[in-house]
């Protein structure tokens, strides 16, 4: 009877870890694949991709990008990807590495590189490179949204009246959004 119940565990067992992608990772549904990294990238993709796109993000909430390394199913997701969006300015760490390899073989879109330059924050304590948070400035964040339109239309043209509908409505929300937060400043005292 044990040896019944030690099978049925070891199938069951081994049924649970089957596959190294959840089945919609895997699935060929004809959308465009994209693999972005972090939560913010990640829902950018998803607002403007909607429908069209089969978005996979590789970090969850809490997961801290600056120290993320790349499993062997990231590695995976992302060789299955026909696009790969990311934050940029090193906060995804050494996995800038793995992208810089992917580029010659499929789209890889760093973000950060939408900001212009001048507009990008060097804090003192960042050494002189800029700072990677650029999504904590609304409209500096609202500024890399025509590079993720830019990318998925040319990887889908056919989609790219949707993608520009979604974006320009996703701007106008960010819009919203950051005088939103303007208002919000100024009823902060002066003195504090």
Known sequence: MIRVLMSVMVVALSLVGCGD????????????????TTGMVTDMVRIIGGDDVQVIGLMGPGVDPHYYKATQGDLNRLRQAEV????????????????????????????????????LRRPPDYEGNPDPHIWFDVALWATT??????????ARPEAAPRFAQRAEAYRTELTALHAWVQAQVATVPESR
Do not use: C
């Open 21 to 36: 992608t959840p089945e919609s990772d895997s699935a060929d549904d004809g959308r465009l694949r994209v693999v972005t």
């Open 84 to 119: 790969i969006v990311f934050n940029g300015l090193f906060l995804e760490g050494k996995m800038e590495e793995i992208f810089e390899k992917m580029e010659d073989a499929k789209t890889v879109v760093a973000l950060a590189r939408a900001v212009p330059d001048a507009q």
């Open 145 to 154: 949204i025509d590079e993720v339109e830019r990318t998925l239309s040319a």
